[in-house]
């Protein structure tokens, strides 16, 4: 039997790619899930399909009172939390001379903002009951940086360290960073800049499926709780970065 079996996790972005297969994965290993994104018709779907182990509701990351409500509600359905997966983010490329500044600002309140207030809405609940397991989804972009990649990369460097401080202060508290290298998911449908989308599908002729992420976040939340799997870097084979 999977040592997931009962628990209660909370998956952000749950509509889509990693989300959904994430979803996916860990209601096979018996957990009930407590989704949140924004796109509610998807959510709503999925929940249906997976069964009653499944609730779900409407979150925008961005917004703490949002998150803290999403909270509040999976603590009401299920009794409790026992983990949060932090997986919305997204990635809209550009040279930083085209200064898209609001791009640079939405990228930060959903990676940066959005994972923080994910850390405020459990971590009391954590602190409070001696345990429980934070698991952010960052990049390989938190190790390499590529042109039009910068404030994207930023972001998920923010995320690493985010991550390995929540380790450190908390010796009850288990975190972990799951960075994905080029995985064929909705990721980077925002870009407006017309080469870097073009740019991106060529870039994606070699990538992983959503599954193999899924894969190693149940990975690192199927340990026992004396296990802390810090971090999961999952690249394609055949990638060079």
């Known amino acids: 039997m999977s040592g997931l079996n009962g628990k209660t996790i909370l998956i952000t972005g749950a509509s889509s790619g990693i989300g959904e297969a994430s979803v996916r994965e860990l209601a096979a290993a018996g957990a009930r899930l407590f989704i949140g994104a924004r796109r ?129 202060e908390h010796d009850d508290i288990r975190a972990t960073v799951i960075s994905p290298g080029v995985v064929a998911t909705e990721l980077g449908h925002d870009i407006s800049d017309p080469q870097v989308a073009e740019a991106l599908k060529d870039w994606r002729r070699k990538s992983l499926t959503p599954d193999a992420i899924a894969r ?3 990975y690192a939340l199927e340990q026992p709780d004396g296990v802390d799997v810090n971090e999961v870097i999952v690249r394609p084979t055949a990638a060079n970065m």
């Open 40 to 168: 509610i018709e998807r959510l709503e779907a999925l929940a249906e399909e997976l069964g009653e182990r499944v609730a779900w509701r409407q979150l925008d990351v961005t917004d703490a009172e949002s998150f803290g409500a999403f909270a509040d509600a999976a603590e009401a359905k299920f009794g409790r939390i026992d983990a949060l997966v932090n997986n919305a983010g997204i990635m809209p490329l550009s040279p930083l001379a085209a200064l898209k500044r609001d791009e640079w600002t939405w990228m930060i309140d959903v990676n940066i903002h959005g994972v923080l207030n994910g850390i405020a809405a459990v971590l009391p609940r954590f602190v409070a009951r001696g345990g429980g397991h934070v698991v952010n989804v960052a990049s390989i972009g938190a190790h390499v940086v590529l042109p039009t990649a910068a404030v994207y990369c930023a972001t998920k460097y923010a995320v690493w360290a985010i991550t390995d401080g929540l380790r450190q």
């Open 216 to 218: 190693a976040i149940r």
